[in-house]
């Protein structure tokens, strides 16, 4: 049971490269997330996704564009990178509901140079 | 808004000592309150939940609705307790919320 996969785990980009993040769940979960850590902010919400063919925003949004691809598929898109998105990226999942637990990927750890 | 605020960003205890990690939010409705933890090189992962009332591994955490807080307690600390820990809410629109964290470190 591979639970939520994120690929790549590492990557480096050149500032003004793009690059979409993968995200996907085997647990047939409806929610889907996707936060950043950096030190000393903890994790800050970039997007969002309720269900199938629903995003929201979070609270970091700016330079990010997500896609649920289907229920199993949450993407991140960095269209132009900047060194200030340099940043460990999780992605989650869970069942719809407030009092449901959320799973979490490996991390991809982004550096913009 | 929700939001989620820790205080400390850093913990250090001697093993055997009490812990409390504290946690406060604001939320204008009824919010659910979770404890995540991230051991060295693990995933993040649930540590329990508001609702489930429940002790993990040793810790616990009172919803306290006056103070509008959600401190973890443990009595006697261990070495592999040494982690970062986040104070989590959801509220109705299911929106999961993190606070900065805190890297508890035991020393032996």
């Known amino acids: 049971n591979a639970g939520v996969t994120q690929t790549p785990k590492f990557q480096v980009l050149k500032t003004g490269q793009s690059m979409t993040l993968q995200c996907a769940q085997d647990?047939?979960?409806?929610?889907m997330y996707w936060y950043r850590q950096d030190p000393g902010m903890g994790l800050r919400l970039i997007y969002y996704s309720a269900s199938e063919g629903t995003t929201d925003k979070g609270e970091v949004p700016n330079g990010y564009n997500v896609s649920r691809l289907n229920k199993r598929e949450f993407s991140l898109r960095l269209e132009s990178a900047a060194p200030s998105q340099t940043s460990v990226y999780f992605c989650?999942?869970?069942?719809?509901?407030?009092?449901?637990?959320?799973?979490f990927g490996q991390g991809t750890r982004l550096t913009v140079v | 808004a929700q939001r989620v605020t820790q205080p400390e960003k850093l913990l250090s205890v001697f093993k055997g000592a009490p812990v409390e990690l504290k946690c406060n939010y604001s939320?204008?409705?009824?919010?659910?309150l979770f404890w995540y933890v991230q051991y060295s090189r693990q995933r993040l992962q649930l540590l329990l939940r508001?609702?489930s009332r429940e002790s993990i591994k040793g810790f616990t955490a009172d919803l306290n609705k006056g103070e509008t807080s959600f401190h973890l307690k443990k009595p006697f600390a261990q070495e592999e307790d040494s982690a970062m820990y986040y104070c989590a809410l959801t509220g109705g629109n299911e929106k999961l919320t993190f606070g900065t964290g805190t890297r508890l470190t035991i020393i032996p």
């Open positions: 508001h609702i």
């Open positions: 647990m047939n979960h409806n929610s």
């Open positions: 989650a999942s869970s069942e719809a509901g407030a009092f449901t637990e959320a799973f």
């Open positions: 939320y204008s409705g009824s919010p659910e």
